[in-house]
């Protein structure tokens, strides 16, 4: 489990395989203390697991599947990415919950000054809009970020100039391919109120959505 609160800027060293499995050798920007091999790390929104290390790098294995849901298969040696360890019992949780677990690769669009801040439009796959909501948690590249307007198809985010510094935002520009997850929260709802939305299967169900006199025969709005 991670907060989005990216911790160092982490360099890719080099890349080991090809086709459908890698392995990557990452230097933290600042030393990771007491690195355990097994350990989860965020690497741009990607949970992987620490497989070896040295004083100098992390080695991390990304299997298939990682590679077909995630734009890893985009990096290169040299490639600056963001890493978060995992959350610990007791620390603060300045962001959201962020599973690593990438929904989804979006694309950056429309890129925009907003004073000394930087807002950037990113589109995506409109089957993950219902989950996404002005105001809510979006995790970008593993970046706990805040939505400020969103629409079929499409997000926008407000990056301040801390973030724009201290993460791979800076980097961000369009036609960049950027790793997406979702609230886990709102992915939990959609899937508890599945049985009563028909939406997604027009046609089916009819009459079977939610509505007032839904919510007052099990005892709300009384």
């Known amino acids: ?3 989005g609160i990216i911790q160092t800027l982490g360099r890719i060293n080099r890349i080991e395989g090809a086709g459908k499995e890698r392995r990557l050798y990452i230097s933290p920007g600042r030393q990771f203390a007491h690195p355990v091999r097994g350990e989860s790390v965020s690497i741009n929104g990607i949970c992987l697991s620490v497989e070896d290390f040295s004083q100098d790098w992390l080695k991390f294995y990304a299997s298939a599947q990682t590679l077909e849901q995630t734009n890893l298969g985009d990096y290169q040696a040299g490639h600056s990415v963001n890493l978060e360890r995992a959350l610990a019992v007791g620390e ?7 599973n690593g677990h990438v929904d989804c690769v979006s694309t950056v669009g429309e890129v925009r000054s907003s ?7 990113l589109q995506f796959s409109r089957n993950w809009s219902k989950f996404i909501v002005p ?12 939505v400020i307007d969103c629409g ?5 985010v407000n990056i301040i100039p801390e973030t ?3 993460t791979n935002i800076g980097f961000w520009k369009s036609g960049s391919r950027v790793n997406m997850e979702v609230d886990m929260i709102a992915k939990y709802v959609a899937q508890m109120l599945a049985p009563w939305d028909s939406s997604d299967n027009p046609g089916e169900n009819e009459g079977s959505g939610i509505s007032w006199e839904f919510l007052q025969k099990y005892g709300f709005g009384n």
């Open 92 to 98: 603060r949780m300045g962001g959201h919950f962020v």
């Open 164 to 166: 724009q510094k201290s």
């Open 135 to 146: 105001k809510g948690s979006v995790a970008l590249d593993g970046i706990s970020l805040t």
């Open 115 to 121: 004073g000394e801040s930087t807002v950037y439009r």
């Open 1 to 3: 489990m991670f907060t």
């Open 152 to 156: 079929p198809g499409f997000l926008e």
